[in-house]
C-alpha cells in the first residue's frame, strides 16, 4: 500500500478519489498549468497507472492520486474539492466513467478481458503433461476448464523439469485456486502494485515470502 493512502474497495475516500480523477481528467490543460510541469508529469503516470490496473487495484491508486493532488492543489481550487469528497457510496458510478476518462483523455484502449488474457499466456494441456511425465492433478495446481471440457495448466506452475513449483503450490494454496483458478491466474499474470510487476514474471528473481506475502495481501483485501 503506498504511504499516506486510503485503503479498501468501498471506503469512502477511495470512491471521492475516484470522484476526483474524473474531475482532474476533465479539466487536466488547466490543472497542470496550476501544478506545474513536474507534478504534471508524475500526475499522468498515476492516471495511467490507475487506468491500466485491475480492478482490485484501482482504490489503491486513486488513494495515491487522491494525496498527491491534495497536496499539490491550492485548497480552493474546484478539483481540490472534487478530491476532498467524503460522502459518495460505492452505487454512485464514480469508479467506471473515471476510467473512461482517463483512457479517453490519453489514447489508451480498453484492457482485454481477464480471461482473454490468461487464454493468451503459455499453456500446456493435460494431455501433453502427462505425456512428459507430469502430474497434471496434482493438488494445488490451476486447472482451467474450457468450454468444450478440455484442460490447460499455465507454464509458469512447473520449472524446467516439469516439477510443479513449491512457492506456486503455496500461493496457489493461499489464493484458494481449487475453488477460483481462474481468478488465482488472473493474479499471477497481472501487475501487481506491491511487487511492481506481474508475479509469474518474477518467480525466481524474487524472495518466495515476498510472494507469499504479496497473495496474503490479496486474500486481505
Same mark, same amino acid.
Given at each position: 500500500?503506498?504511504?499516506?493512502?486510503?485503503?479498501?474497495?468501498?471506503?469512502?475516500?477511495?470512491?471521492?478519489?475516484?470522484?476526483?480523477?474524473?474531475?482532474?481528467?476533465?479539466?487536466?490543460?488547466?490543472?497542470?498549468?496550476?501544478?506545474?510541469?513536474?507534478?504534471?508529469?508524475?500526475?499522468?503516470?498515476?492516471?495511467?497507472?490507475? &487506468?491500466?490496473?485491475? &480492478?482490485?487495484?484501482?482504490?489503491?491508486?486513486?488513494?495515491?492520486?487522491?494525496?498527491?493532488?491534495?497536496?499539490?492543489?491550492?485548497?480552493?481550487?474546484?478539483?481540490?474539492?472534487?478530491?476532498?469528497?467524503?460522502?459518495?457510496?460505492?452505487?454512485?458510478?464514480?469508479?467506471?466513467?473515471?476510467?473512461?476518462?482517463?483512457?479517453?483523455?490519453?489514447?489508451?484502449? &480498453?484492457?482485454?478481458?481477464?480471461?482473454?488474457?490468461?487464454?493468451?499466456?503459455?499453456?500446456?494441456?493435460?494431455?501433453?503433461?502427462?505425456?512428459?511425465?507430469?502430474?497434471?492433478?496434482?493438488?494445488?495446481?490451476?486447472?482451467?476448464?474450457?468450454?468444450?471440457?478440455?484442460?490447460?495448466?499455465?507454464?509458469?506452475?512447473?520449472?524446467?523439469?516439469?516439477?510443479?513449483?513449491?512457492?506456486?503450490?503455496?500461493?496457489?494454496?493461499?489464493?484458494?485456486?481449487?475453488?477460483?483458478?481462474?481468478?488465482?491466474?488472473?493474479?499471477?499474470?497481472?501487475?501487481?502494485?506491491?511487487?511492481?510487476?506481474?508475479?509469474?514474471?518474477?518467480?525466481?528473481?524474487? &524472495?518466495?515470502?515476498?510472494?507469499?506475502?504479496?497473495?496474503?495481501?490479496?486474500?486481505?483485501?
Amino acid at each position: 500500500m503506498y504511504p499516506g493512502t486510503a485503503r479498501g474497495k468501498t471506503g469512502e475516500a477511495a470512491v471521492g478519489s475516484h470522484e476526483g480523477i474524473a474531475a482532474v481528467v476533465n479539466d487536466f490543460d488547466r490543472v497542470k498549468s496550476v501544478i506545474g510541469a513536474q507534478a504534471a508529469a508524475r500526475l499522468e503516470e498515476l492516471l495511467r497507472r490507475f &487506468a491500466g490496473a485491475p &480492478a482490485a487495484e484501482r482504490d489503491t491508486i486513486a488513494g495515491t492520486i487522491n494525496a498527491f493532488m491534495q497536496a499539490a492543489l491550492p485548497l480552493t481550487d474546484p478539483v481540490y474539492a472534487a478530491f476532498s469528497l467524503k460522502r459518495l457510496d460505492a452505487d454512485s458510478g464514480g469508479r467506471a466513467p473515471a476510467v473512461a476518462a482517463v483512457r479517453a483523455r490519453f489514447g489508451l484502449p &480498453a484492457p482485454t478481458s481477464p480471461k482473454e488474457r490468461i487464454l493468451r499466456a503459455e499453456l500446456t494441456s493435460a494431455f501433453t503433461l502427462r505425456d512428459r511425465g507430469a502430474d497434471p492433478e496434482q493438488p494445488d495446481l490451476i486447472r482451467l476448464y474450457r468450454a468444450d471440457g478440455s484442460m490447460s495448466l499455465p507454464d509458469f506452475q512447473f520449472d524446467e523439469l516439469d516439477r510443479p513449483r513449491e512457492v506456486v503450490l503455496s500461493v496457489n494454496r493461499v489464493l484458494d485456486a481449487e475453488h477460483d483458478p481462474w481468478a488465482v491466474a488472473d493474479w499471477w499474470l497481472s501487475r501487481n502494485v506491491w511487487l511492481g510487476d506481474s508475479p509469474a514474471k518474477l518467480l525466481g528473481s524474487v &524472495a518466495d515470502d515476498k510472494l507469499l506475502a504479496a497473495a496474503a495481501v490479496a486474500v486481505e483485501g
